[in-house]
């Protein structure tokens, strides 16, 4: 399917050739860190079908395998866009936050659901407002 995305600011923006099957949740420590989220969703699109507009950054993740990711984002408001090959990449992992079809883009896998947020499962449980009311302010 055919799909599209931007940042927050509209910097950048990006259209892909995705296959709804390829997409994936991703638990590990630094997924959290980096989405500023529980946990992230991607979908792994090839490059052949990706098209940028705009000009981002990225930052070079080092694992401890040695293995190098260029992890991309908006420099004017910070959105993470994807993830790909720093060198010769072949595809390209789009962050599910920032693409209009997200709905239509359900997860068919999980990994490193060993360090998944304990709370994940009860989340049906939590009370559950349709806008911001039933928010709870911080006590004073
Ligand atoms: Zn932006
Ligand atoms: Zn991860």
């Known amino acids: 399917m055919q799909i599209d995305g ?4 509209g910097a950048i923006s990006f259209t ?3 296959d709804p099957s390829r997409v994936m949740v991703c638990h590990c420590a630094d997924c959290q860190v980096l989405s ?3 946990f992230r969703a991607v979908v792994a699109v090839p490059i052949e079908g990706f098209r940028l507009r705009g000009q981002p950054k990225s930052y ?22 994807y993830a790909t090959a720093p060198e010769n990449p072949t595809s390209v992992v789009i962050r599910l ?10 997860p068919a896998a999980q990994i490193w659901a060993h360090s998944a947020m304990p709370w994940l499962p009860q989340l049906q449980e939590v009370p559950a407002s349709p806008e911001q009311q039933g928010y709870l302010p911080p006590k004073a």
């Not at 931007?6 to 600011?9: G, I, L, V």
């Not at 936050?97 to 359900?106: D, E, I, M, R, Y």
């Open 97 to 106: 936050g920032c693409v209009t079809q997200k709905a239509q883009l359900k």
């Open 36 to 38: 500023g989220a529980p």
């Open 16 to 18: 892909a050739e995705a």
């Open 60 to 81: 070079i993740k080092v694992a401890q395998s040695g293995n190098r990711r260029a992890q991309v984002f908006c420099p004017e408001c910070g959105t993470p866009l």
């Open 6 to 9: 931007a940042c927050h600011c």
